[in-house]
């Protein structure tokens, strides 16, 4: 039987939107984030990646076993050093059929509800566009404290139902977790072919590389509908914001022609510094980022 506990959920206080970080509580991390849009780079907690391993081997954990795919197979165990961290999504799911949130992680040491707490200890929170999605982890056993089994090691959805979000290739997302030196292990399959494109819309998009490859920010490729520099306005209408440790890098797009327009043709159709020079920083396995644009299109990344 299925019995209610008056449980507090994490993150509720949660801010909205990215452009509204103004002293609000992030949950549980306890955490006091300020500041506005430009500034969030105090929320974005680095995981550290271990190299993505091609295939499994005879030392592969249990998990891997029993395999079958027509693509190359791999995984990518990330630490999460810190209560909250931006996670990618960078590998197919195994078989036919879209990749869900219960494949997401095919294995982790987060900690999942606490009784003494009455609270869920880790989360995963997905920017939709205008507002986050919460889903919360439901540990082994969790489910029989919550009064069914079938809830064990399940992310649950706000009405603590499995929850069914689909984390396709190019996502990115928080992790928030009450614990640090905790690991995730995202496994499946490594997209095929040298190029994949991502759909991207007005505003602003959490995004990652969708190849588990460190991949140069260059060979990430706006469309012609996505705008770069804007002669009126005297500003770019595209930028990409990648957090190094320490605070977040912009790079903003120069479309075809704009180049010429800030009187360097070798700027043409390339993302530049903060000093308007062509970058040659990359994005690191696991890492996601921000992207923001004006217009809407596709962005095709390059292994």
Do not use: C
């Not at 995984?75 to 996670?87: E, F, G, P, Q």
């Not at 396709?168 to 995202?186: P, R």
């Not at 306005?233 to 327009?261: E, H, K, R």
Request: without cysteine; negative net charge; aromatic residues 12%.
């Amino acid at each position: 039987m299925l019995f209610f506990i008056p449980f507090r959920r994490i993150g509720s206080e949660r801010p909205q939107s990215p452009t509204d970080f103004s002293s609000k509580s992030i949950g549980l991390g306890g955490e006091a984030v300020r500041g506005a849009y430009g500034k969030i780079g105090s929320l974005l907690r680095r995981g550290l990646s271990e190299p993505v391993h091609g295939g499994f081997d005879a030392a592969a954990p249990a998990w891997a076993a029993e395999v079958v795919s027509s693509n190359i197979v791999g995984y990518n165990k990330i630490t999460l050093t810190d209560n909250l961290t931006m996670v990618a999504s960078q590998f197919k799911n195994v078989g036919a059929g879209a990749k869900d949130i219960q494949e997401f992680f095919s294995d982790n040491s987060l900690p999942g509800f606490d009784m003494t707490a009455f609270a869920f200890q880790s989360t995963l929170q997905v920017w939709e566009g205008t507002g986050y999605t919460t889903y919360y982890w439901a540990a082994d056993g969790d489910g029989d404290l919550l009064g069914d089994s079938s809830l064990n090691k399940k992310w649950l959805d706000e009405n603590y139902s499995v929850a069914t979000e689909n984390m396709n290739l190019g996502k990115a997302f928080w992790v928030e977790t009450a614990d640090t030196d905790v690991f995730v292990v995202e496994a499946g399959e490594v997209e095929d072919g040298a190029t994949k494109v991502v759909p991207v819309s007005s505003g602003l998009t959490m995004l990652s590389n969708p190849f588990p490859v460190q991949t140069s920010i260059q060979s990430i490729v706006p469309d012609a509908t996505i705008p770069g520099f804007d002669m009126s306005t005297f500003a770019f209408q595209t930028t990409l914001q990648v957090w190094d440790g320490t605070g977040y890098n912009t790079y903003y797009w120069a479309a075809d022609g704009d180049g010429d327009l800030l009187g360097d043709a070798t700027l043409n159709g390339k993302w530049l510094d903060e000093n308007y020079a062509a970058v040659s920083a990359s994005i690191d396995i696991g890492k996601g980022f921000w992207f923001e644009t004006t217009g809407a299109g596709n962005l095709t990344f390059s292994k």
